[in-house]
């Protein structure tokens, strides 16, 4: 789906919001027919719509990229959510740590099967009436078709973890849930049909952070305890994979699951030679598409192959002095970004030997009191920047600024909701 950022003339934006609402409600009038010409007006060409949460208004907001307009503002309250997308990136997750609660906020861009054809719809933002209520939500991972929440616990809790899917969640439901043996500072991943999730022995009393990593075979509604690995991950932070690798950040090294063999057998990585005593790989990057995992040590970035006989780790340069605010892949790896302390976006190619092919000046080096944030478009290759007030778009293809958009409003986090065309997300930073 191409989407050029044209506002309609206000009269015709009118006439298409009336015929975009009334094919959305209008479910019987698709008929029997399976011709294209019966069908031709199912397909919405839209950018999609950006979830921001407003910190002044306490309110989350949803912004129709096709315009810049807001479409639907919901108050929330307790501490500003983190916002995350749903697989199908039909809905919206806000996490609230300290308030014990995970959010679910539909927004209104999805497609059904209609059997002879595909019919997507666009529909005002809805609250959905499920919350999650347990200790301490914290990591967030994705998996086709699953997403996966990871609650902490605490000192009277133990650790859980909950998964969904869009289909659960257009029933305000999730599908399964798995109480863990401790309360830890952990992470899931569902891959498949197997839950590969960390593990911490009650005789660590110095950390909440785990040791271990186990492995759950998912039946689609429940868990069955298979295995825990024997290679140790000692202070365990940080999660990826790709399409091979299942990367886990250890105090002395990364953990990786082959995830292409027989057992699912582990393998423990020393740290880069290169890194200074007492640092360590504590977040990974990964995309389905890209060979290769990305760890992060404080601000150095290393490219991790782990099938590579001769070169494990490959140092990225994001130049001298430069502190990384944030990264991520487009949704198909074609771009690695780095936003860096500068307000410079620095797009890597990964199917080039990750060659910087282009740095963009978004904005004047930003102070600590500014808020950024970054969300990728899944229908086409764009990110949108937010900068306290403003969201920058940004065509990943060639590093060109497409538009800045003037909220008119703070926000603190950002994510990218729309059609896919069936495209899952892949992976977040952990």
Same mark, same amino acid.
């Given at each position: 789906?191409?989407?050029?950022?044209?506002?309609?003339?206000?009269?015709?934006?009118?006439?298409?919001?009336?015929?975009?609402?009334?094919?959305?409600?209008?479910?019987?009038?698709?008929?029997?027919?399976?011709?294209?010409?019966?069908?031709?007006?199912?397909?919405?060409?839209?950018?999609?719509?950006?979830?921001?949460?407003?910190?002044?208004?306490?309110?989350?907001?949803?912004?129709?990229?096709?315009?810049?307009?807001?479409?639907?503002?919901?108050?929330?309250?307790?501490?500003?959510?983190?916002?995350?997308?749903?697989?199908?990136?039909?809905?919206?997750?806000?996490?609230?740590?300290?308030?014990?609660?995970?959010?679910?906020?539909?927004?209104?861009?999805?497609?059904?099967?209609?059997?002879?054809?595909?019919?997507?719809?666009?529909?005002?933002?809805?609250?959905?009436?499920?919350?999650?209520?347990?200790?301490?939500?914290?990591?967030y991972t994705l998996g086709e078709p699953y997403g996966v929440?990871?609650?902490?616990?605490?000192?009277?809790?133990?650790?859980?973890?909950?998964?969904?899917?869009?289909?659960?969640?257009?029933?305000?439901?999730?599908?399964?849930?798995?109480?863990?043996?401790?309360?830890?500072?952990?992470?899931?991943?569902?891959?498949?049909?197997?839950?590969?999730?960390?593990?911490?022995?009650?005789?660590?009393?110095?950390?909440?952070?785990?040791?271990?990593?186990?492995?759950?075979?998912?039946?689609?509604?429940?868990?069955?305890?298979?295995?825990?690995?024997?290679?140790?991950?000692?202070?365990?932070?940080?999660?990826?994979?790709?399409?091979?690798?299942?990367?886990?950040?250890?105090?002395?090294?990364?953990?990786?699951?082959?995830?292409?063999?027989?057992?699912?057998p582990a393998t423990k990585l020393a740290n880069p030679d290169?890194?200074?005593?007492?640092?360590?790989?504590?977040?990974?990057?990964? $995309?389905?598409? &890209?060979? +290769?995992?990305?760890?992060?040590? *404080? %601000?150095?970035?290393?490219? /991790? @192959?782990?099938?590579?006989? !001769?070169?494990?780790?490959?140092?990225?340069?994001?130049?001298?002095?430069?502190?990384?605010?944030?990264?991520?892949?487009?949704?198909?790896?074609?771009?690695?970004?780095?936003?860096?302390?500068?307000?410079?976006?620095?797009?890597?190619?990964?199917?080039?030997?990750?060659?910087?092919?282009?740095?963009?000046?978004?904005?004047?080096?930003?102070?600590?009191?500014?808020?950024?944030?970054?969300?990728?478009?899944?229908?086409?290759?764009?990110?949108?920047?937010?900068? $306290?007030?403003? &969201?920058? +778009?940004?065509?990943?293809?060639? *590093? %060109?600024?497409?538009?800045? /958009? @003037?909220?008119?409003?703070? !926000?603190?986090?950002?994510?990218?909701?729309?059609?896919?065309?069936?495209?899952?997300?892949?992976?977040?930073?952990?």
């Amino acid at each position: 789906m191409i989407y050029q950022p044209r506002p309609l003339p206000s009269a015709l934006r009118r006439l298409a919001t009336i015929a975009t609402l009334a094919s959305a409600t209008l479910l019987t009038a698709c008929g029997g027919s399976s011709s294209d010409e019966a069908h031709n007006d199912t397909d919405i060409d839209t950018g999609g719509r950006l979830a921001l949460f407003d910190t002044d208004a306490s309110a989350l907001k949803f912004l129709n990229l096709d315009d810049g307009e807001v479409l639907t503002s919901m108050t929330m309250d307790g501490e500003p959510p983190r916002l995350y997308s749903s697989p199908d990136h039909r809905y919206a997750v806000a996490i609230q740590r300290e308030g014990d609660r995970v959010s679910f906020f539909d927004g209104g861009l999805y497609t059904e099967d209609h059997g002879d054809h595909l019919h997507d719809y666009a529909e005002a933002p809805t609250m959905l009436p499920l919350t999650l209520n347990d200790h301490k939500p914290t990591h967030y991972t994705l998996g086709e078709p699953y997403g996966v929440v990871f609650f902490d616990g605490g000192s009277a809790a133990r650790s859980k973890v909950t998964v969904f899917s869009d289909a659960s969640l257009g029933n305000s439901s999730t599908l399964a849930s798995l109480d863990l043996e401790n309360n830890m500072h952990g992470v899931a991943k569902l891959i498949g049909d197997h839950l590969f999730v960390t593990y911490r022995d009650s005789g660590i009393t110095d950390t909440t952070l785990p040791a271990a990593v186990e492995r759950y075979h998912f039946d689609g509604s429940s868990f069955g305890f298979e295995t825990r690995y024997d290679e140790a991950c000692p202070k365990l932070h940080g999660a990826a994979a790709n399409a091979h690798s299942l990367g886990f950040g250890c105090g002395d090294g990364v953990l990786v699951i082959d995830l292409h063999e027989a057992g699912y057998p582990a393998t423990k990585l020393a740290n880069p030679d290169s890194l200074e005593t007492g640092a360590r790989i504590g977040t990974l990057v990964g $995309n389905h598409d &890209v060979e +290769e995992l990305v760890g992060i040590a *404080g %601000d150095r970035l290393f490219i /991790i @192959d782990p099938e590579s006989e !001769a070169t494990i780790y490959q140092e990225l340069d994001i130049g001298p002095d430069v502190a990384r605010l944030t990264q991520g892949f487009t949704t198909h790896g074609e771009v690695f970004y780095v936003l860096g302390n500068d307000g410079s976006l620095r797009l890597f190619n990964p199917a080039d030997n990750w060659t910087l092919f282009k740095t963009v000046q978004l904005m004047d080096a930003p102070s600590e009191e500014d808020t950024l944030a970054v969300t990728v478009s899944a229908a086409q290759e764009h990110v949108f920047v937010l900068h $306290n007030q403003t &969201v920058i +778009e940004v065509d990943m293809a060639d *590093g %060109d600024v497409v538009r800045s /958009i @003037d909220l008119g409003f703070n !926000a603190s986090s950002v994510v990218w909701l729309g059609l896919t065309n069936g495209e899952h997300n892949e992976e977040h930073s952990h």
